[in-house]
């Protein structure tokens, strides 16, 4: 089988990158999860967050190469992979250098929707990182479909990203 482009799902915190991530690998066909966080959390002594200054951006970018390493082993062994990683436009234009083809689907709500999303959960942000991280994904990034996903059930968003990793339109770039 060959694989499925490689699908980046970015957006805000609580905004259902994992979840939705998770459920659509569980329903395709040879396919691999990386969570980019988990990625970055490999390293045990001296992890920085990142937006804690020049070595949290480092560790970041390092975090990034990382898993286009494993896109890249996986996708050679015919393996679809979704990622998912919050990211700004610097950081997605590096995926789209390092991991060819990639599709980028930023996930999107407002604030209160994502705060009541994050209440159900443990979150391991403070309430400022958390809504700076939101804030930071209402910026332009350039990925190539922006999906709100204020209003849909976990069902109803999986099945839009589905929908356009399989149906991929024009050059992507869509409001829903």
């Known amino acids: 089988m060959t694989a499925l482009r490689p699908l980046l ?3 805000g915190p609580a905004v ?12 395709t066909d040879q396919c691999a999860y990386i969570d980019v966080d988990d990625v970055r959390q490999m390293i045990k002594s001296g992890g920085i967050a990142p937006w ?4 949290g951006r480092a560790q970041h970018l390092l975090g990034v190469r ?10 050679d062994a015919g393996i679809s992979v979704i990622l998912s ?18 599709l980028a689907i930023r996930l999107a709500c ?11 959960r443990r979150v391991y942000l403070t309430a400022e990182e958390f809504e700076m991280l939101h804030r930071q994904q209402s910026e332009p990034l ?14 109803e968003q999986v099945d839009a990203v589905r929908h356009h990793w399989l149906h991929p339109q024009g050059d992507g770039r869509s409001a829903g």
Not at 21 to 27: D, H, I, N, T, Y
Not at 142 to 155: A, K, N, Q
Request: proline share 3%.
């Open 9 to 11: 799902l970015t957006g």
């Open 16 to 27: 259902g990158k994992t979840t939705t991530a998770r459920a659509l690998a569980r329903v």
């Open 52 to 55: 804690k200054g020049l070595e």
């Open 66 to 75: 990382n898993a286009a390493a494993l896109v890249a082993n996986f996708t």
């Open 85 to 102: 990683d919050v990211v700004t436009r610097d950081l997605l234009n590096v995926y789209r250098d390092l991991v060819p083809e990639l």
């Open 110 to 120: 407002e604030l209160p929707t994502a705060r009541a999303r994050a209440s159900t």
């Open 142 to 155: 350039g990925t190539d479909v922006e999906l709100d996903v204020s209003r849909l059930t976990l069902e």
